[in-house]
């Protein structure tokens, strides 16, 4: 009767301020919170936040986290290396109706951060780590196999750490940008038009089976003219704008898209800064940690 009554207080609690968002991710929310409230043993890493950030940062960076949804055929999801080297660690199911947040071995679901302040400018970073990235594209693994593999030739799209970000930029007067990593560089939708642009923010980002390569998942409908893109028609409420001759429309699980997804909620959230940099070995020697990359630094760096 207790846990019931707690559940429900819970519950009333929450219902008394629903934000105005997708279904999903309001649901990932909710669900998450309900399970706290009962289990009384959910730590997401708001305390390691508030040290390294600052209590203002650490509520800034746990806001803007993104929601995570999966292209079908992927099971990993992002996970701490320092408990999880291996696929089989970060796996869970690929259920399209489930919200997951641990793998199949009880690991939890883990997003490192920073934070930047550079030219006026509030940079959040965001990294998932996945054990390995094996490409999928257009059926080159598949392919492969059926030709080089034969003779023991490895796998070019294939290697040990996977490394891949989700940066927000927050302006001076209240603009949300955002883009993905995608395969060397950054994307806002999965266009080649959005190759290294930085885009309003849906709250979502989408993950490439396989490779892990990331973008913001958006439809892309196309309009004539270079005048100023009107915003009616369709889900008009959530139009975005694009490059000229494009307008995007933000794609949601739950009602656009059937897919897995982690949202950000149940996240556990670590800080890069807390890391024993040290301790960190490379499976791969072509792939950098975040803190060996340029954009560490240069939060604009197009280089991911």
Known sequence: ??????????LGALVTAVPVIDGRSFGGFLSHRI?????GNCN??????????????????????????????????PVDFRSCREAVCAAAPDDPDLDVHRSDTGLPA??????????????????????????TAAGSDRLWDAGPGQLGADYPGYHRDDWEGYQVRLGPAGEEDVRASSHGHYQWCKESSCHNVWGPRTGWTRVSEGSHAGHIPLERETVGGDS????????????LRGPPSYRYEPQLPGLDLHERTS???GF???????????????????????WEKAVYEDPESEGS
């Open 1 to 10: 009767m207790g846990l019931v009554l707690l559940a429900s207080l819970a």
């Open 35 to 39: 399970f706290c409230a009962i289990r």
């Open 44 to 77: 997401t890493g708001e305390a390691g936040l508030a040290r390294a950030y600052g209590e203002d940062d650490g509520r800034l960076l746990r806001e803007y986290a993104p929601d995570v949804v999966y292209e079908p055929g992927e099971r990993s999801i």
């Open 110 to 135: 883990t997003v490192f951060t920073r934070v930047i302040r550079r030219n006026g400018n509030t940079y959040l970073q965001y990294w998932f780590y996945y054990p390995d990235s094996n490409s």
């Open 228 to 239: 100023p893109l009107p915003l009616g028609g369709g889900r008009a409420e959530r139009a």
């Open 263 to 265: 949202t950000a909620e």
């Open 268 to 290: 556990v959230l670590v800080p890069v800064e807390t890391i024993d940099r040290g301790a960190y070995r490379r499976l791969d020697d072509g792939i950098s940690p975040p």
